[in-house]
Structures are given as structure tokens and as C-alpha cells.
């Protein structure tokens, strides 16, 4: 089943002498429960395309559908809501509340939509996060790993259609980032979670199912075919 659809997804900036491309005629789809990644260097427009995904930003032209749905088709106030329940983020930086504790962090999504915490559920994801001994602290309290746990367990309380990862090693060592690729690969295991991740790292992509290479606005590479 088809969880994601881009279709001809372009962005430019500026105008004339400043103009720049920074996706051209982008396409793919996902399928749900896949585990994609998405490599480039710096400056290749693999951010850019997250954040148009994630309806963050706006394209110049082309789609995108999130379950069938065409979300820049939605007023601000729908996309923000159709975000906050489909679309599961996970940043570089942790991007938590710094005045919240960790429990709160995580179930912050669900309180935004007036939606009850289920306890059951909220239990089982803090074992898995391994985060049961850490749930009063704020997050200045916390490891670089425990608060990208954190921010995984954030994305994964509402069930969202799609997690979209923007580097979430970025910022970890070597152990902190083999510790988050996993509960990265156990969600997409266990709870069937469609993850799309950024990285510039072609190690950490390698544990993806799938692997789409980005250059100069363009999908280059998907999989081991080129297909330019």
C-alpha cells in the first residue's frame, strides 16, 4: 500500500541572477512500512525535500500525498493539524521543550490534539525507549542519546502515517547513534512504522531498506539503480 506519493516536486529560491534549484522534478512513492533513506551532500536539496514532505514548506510546484491525501490542497490550519497527526518529526538538535520533562515531551503531540494518553501504550513505549528511570527530568538532563530517544518517542505517540528523521545521528557518537538506527529499525519492525531519514552518512543508510541518492535537486539513485 502506498503511503507516499511526490510528484514532480520542484523548489526555487530567489529570482534571475540569485536564483536557485533546489529540487527539480523530484518524483517517488513509498510504500507503507518501508524504511527509506535518503542520502547527499551538502547543499544536494535532501533537507528540502523533507521539509516539503513534511508540508514545513511549501513546493514551487508538484504534490505530495500523505495516504492518499494532497496536503498542500489543505488551509494552514488543516495542514497543521493534519501534521500534528500524520507526520512524525525527528531532528537533528532533539528540538524538545526545555521547561517540560521527558514525559511530557513525549506525550506533548497528544495533549496538543486534546487526545487521551493511553497508559498502556505510553508504559510500553518508555520501555522500549528505555527511558522509565529518566521520565521527571528535564531535558537538560539528559544524555545526547537519551534526548533523541526522546524526540523518537515524541514521533511515535501519535502513530503517525509516516516519521520523517532529518539527521538523527547529527549530533551522537558512534555508540549513541548505533543505539538510535536501532529503535529506529525496531519501530519500523514492530509497529510496521514508515520511516523516511536523511543522512549524509552512507553507513547509517546502509541499516534502511532503501536507500535514494540526491544530487543537485535530483534523485540520481534509488536503490542500486541509476536512473540518470
Known sequence: ???LKVENLTKIYGEKNTKVVALNNVS???EKGEFVAIIGASGS?????LHLIGGVDKPTSGKVYIDGKDIFSLNDEKLAIFRRREVGLIYQFYNLIP???IEENITLPLKLDNRRVNPEELDELIARLGLKHRLTHLPNELSGGEQQRTSIGR???TKPAIILADEPTGNL???GSDEIVELLKRANRDYKQTIIMITHNLEIAKHADRI??????KIVEDNNGFIK
Open 1 to 3: 500500500m502506498e503511503i
Open 212 to 217: 535514494i541518492k540526491i544530487e543537485d535537486g
Open 99 to 101: 521547561i517540560l520533562n
Open 28 to 30: 517517488f512513492s513509498v
Open 173 to 175: 557518537d558512534s555508540s
Open 155 to 157: 514521533a511515535l505517540i
Open 45 to 49: 536539496g535532501k533537507s528540502t525535500l
